[in-house]
């Protein structure tokens, strides 16, 4: 654990990067976070991880300490300065300290932590396929909160992580209100049918940087997809299904509730697009060392020599 995390405005090493106990963060989950990869020295679809955790701000009226511009230099920096090439970078603002209770008033200033990792695993054998199952638990309606908003608010996904785990699968499948398939507990969810892939509108499920990714990918391979609400019993008859996400990447899913998916291997259009996946974010990004001496876009309290910190 000798990373340096970025906490209170300058890099800490990780043991002593601590937030307070009146975070409303962690009083209240009151906050956002966001999860994006490094790949071959480059930081994959920095602008759009950045614009959705500012929507999200936006969504839950907090107000970031740093412009869109300096959030990107941090995470760049926090890369540089951790030797990451590849690896995952996750973003947390929260609320900031306040006191009991929970008006967002008391708390003066939001709190941004950039905290990044060599590797993260999800799953045990992603590559040969998951067995999942659905959750008891319907991810939330819009009414109540919007999935769009990568809150810190996780409790729901965390029990049908749970209920998974206790079921031996691998990972959960959540349903909306209405019983349409919404997604996974930190992954979007699709199922190819006759040769087209299908995954439901963003009203009830996060949209997923790697889900937009793997769309535009499947129009320039050629291969149909659908944007339409479906339901378990279309799950359980698709051809192949799989999970994405920017952890996960493109994960195959083998079996839905004990029914086989498709042949119970991986199939060949996921086998397409997985591949597909892992050439794209290999070949774009924002270069970590690129122009390395050019600190234009930093926070002046990191600017090398202006804060005894760093
Ligand atoms: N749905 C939910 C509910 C998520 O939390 C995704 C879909 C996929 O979105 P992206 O933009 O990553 O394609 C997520 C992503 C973690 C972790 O710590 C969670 C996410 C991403 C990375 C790590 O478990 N959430």
Request: net charge negative.
């Amino acid at each position: 654990m000798n990373e340096l995390v970025y906490v209170s405005g300058s890099f800490r090493p990780a043991a002593e990067a601590t937030v307070s106990v009146f975070d409303h963060g962690l009083l209240y989950g009151d906050g956002i976070f966001e999860g994006i990869r490094a790949y071959n020295g480059r930081v994959f679809k920095l602008e759009r991880h950045i614009d959705r955790l500012f929507d999200s701000a936006k969504a839950i009226r907090l107000q970031i300490p740093h412009s869109h511009a300096e959030v990107c230099a941090i995470v760049v920096e926090s890369c540089r300065r951790n030797g990451i090439t590849d690896g995952y970078i996750r973003l947390v603002v929260t609320r900031g300290a306040g006191d009991l209770g929970l008006d967002p008033r008391n708390c003066s200033r939001a709190e941004l932590i950039v905290i990044v990792k060599a590797s993260l695993s999800l799953y045990r054998s992603p590559s040969s396929g998951i067995r999942v199952v659905t959750s008891t638990f319907r991810r939330h309606s819009p009414e109540t909160l919007s999935p769009s908003i990568k809150s810190l608010n996780y409790l729901n996904n965390i029990l049908a992580r749970i209920e998974a785990n206790d079921r031996q699968a691998d990972e959960a499948l959540m349903l909306d209100v209405h019983g349409y398939v919404a997604e996974a507990s930190v992954d979007n969810f699709f199922i190819v049918t006759d040769g087209a892939l299908l995954t439901p509108p963003t009203a009830n499920n996060l949209e997923g940087v790697t889900r937009e990714t793997l769309l535009e990918i499947a129009g320039t391979l050629g291969i149909g997809t659908e944007e339409q609400p479906f339901t378990l019993f279309d799950v359980w008859t698709a051809k192949e299904a799989f999970i994405c996400g920017t952890a996960a990447e493109v994960v195959p899913v083998v079996s839905v509730d004990d029914r086989t998916i498709g042949t119970g291997t991986v199939g060949p259009l996921t086998s397409r697009i997985a591949a597909a996946y892992h050439e794209v974010v290999r070949a774009q990004g924002t270069p970590i060392n690129a122009g390395s001496g050019d600190d234009s876009r930093l926070p002046e309290s990191l600017v090398l020599g202006a804060c005894p910190t760093n």
